[in-house]
Each structure stands twice: as structure tokens, then as C-alpha cells.
């Protein structure tokens, strides 16, 4: 019969391989997910600055800009 004890070694192998796997997906995808990421970010802060402008004409229209 095996044994069912798990040792610190065995978690920290456990660790290591699950590591390598991961690293080895990224390592297959390369620069896809940064810039996928980056253009996300992008989109968000135009998008974000444009509400921002849109706000400030409306506040300076209705004399509420401060």
C-alpha cells in the first residue's frame, strides 16, 4: 500500500512543476496577452478622458465648473 503522508518536499515539487507548466503556456504565447492588455488600458484612459472633457464643457456651459 502507498503512502498517503505528503511531505514538504512533495508540495514544494508540486509547486515547481505546476511553475514550469505556466511558464511554458506564457512562453507559447508570447507578447499576445500584454498587448491585448495594453490596448484594453488605452481604449479605457481615451474613453475616460473624453467623459472627462464632455463634463467639463457641460460644467463650464452651466457656470458649475469650479
Known amino acids: 500500500m502507498?503512502?498517503?503522508?505528503?511531505?514538504?518536499?512533495?508540495?514544494?515539487?508540486?509547486i515547481?512543476?505546476?511553475?514550469k507548466s505556466v511558464f511554458k503556456g506564457m512562453d507559447v504565447l508570447g507578447?499576445?496577452?500584454?498587448?491585448?492588455?495594453?490596448?484594453?488600458i488605452t481604449f479605457l484612459l481615451g474613453y475616460q478622458v473624453r467623459q472627462?472633457?464632455?463634463q467639463n464643457k457641460e460644467a463650464?456651459?452651466?457656470g458649475t465648473l469650479r
Not at 31 to 40: A, C, D, E, Q, Y
Request: aromatic fraction near 12%.
Open 2 to 14: 502507498a503512502s498517503l503522508m505528503i511531505t514538504m518536499t512533495d508540495v514544494f515539487y508540486g
Open 16 to 19: 515547481g512543476e505546476f511553475s
Open 31 to 40: 507578447h499576445g496577452p500584454n498587448i491585448i492588455l495594453w490596448s484594453i
Open 52 to 54: 472627462m472633457m464632455k
Open 60 to 62: 463650464d456651459k452651466n
